[in-house]
Nanobody, 123 residues
């Protein structure tokens, strides 16, 4: 399974950005999709995630400002980021916990990662 992330960029404080993350491959299903972020000199932290059933989890620092959603039919997740702050500046990584079948019909589970995307919040 491959993840293609899009979005990100430079935005002024108080602005908004939207990420999308599309999964592609054969015979798989997404169990959970979400985003982590890593600021310079810091560890990678969970920002938000959404389960296949629609359950969501957010980091305390983004609650009320970020909204995660998904389109299961398109295997795509979205992260709407509003009221951005300078401390939101980081490289954002989408991920998906995937369950699928190999060519020999063996079940596998894995974690797929998209390419990192830089978000810079600055005036």
């Amino acid at each position: 399974v491959q993840l293609q992330a899009s979005g990100g960029g430079l935005v002024e404080p108080g602005g908004s950005l939207r990420f999308s993350c599309a999964a592609s491959g054969n015979r798989f299903s997404i169990q959970t999709m979400g985003w982590y972020r890593q600021a310079p000199g810091k560890q990678r932290d969970l920002v938000a995630r959404i389960t296949s059933g629609g359950g969501t989890t957010y980091a305390d620092s983004v609650k009320g400002r970020f909204t995660i959603s998904s389109d299961n039919a398109k295997n795509t997740g979205y992260l709407q980021m509003n009221s951005l702050k300078p401390e939101d500046t980081a490289v954002y990584y989408c991920y998906a916990d995937v369950m699928g079948y190999t060519d020999s019909d063996e079940i596998y589970v894995s974690k797929a990662w998209g390419q990192g995307t830089l978000v810079t919040v600055s005036s």
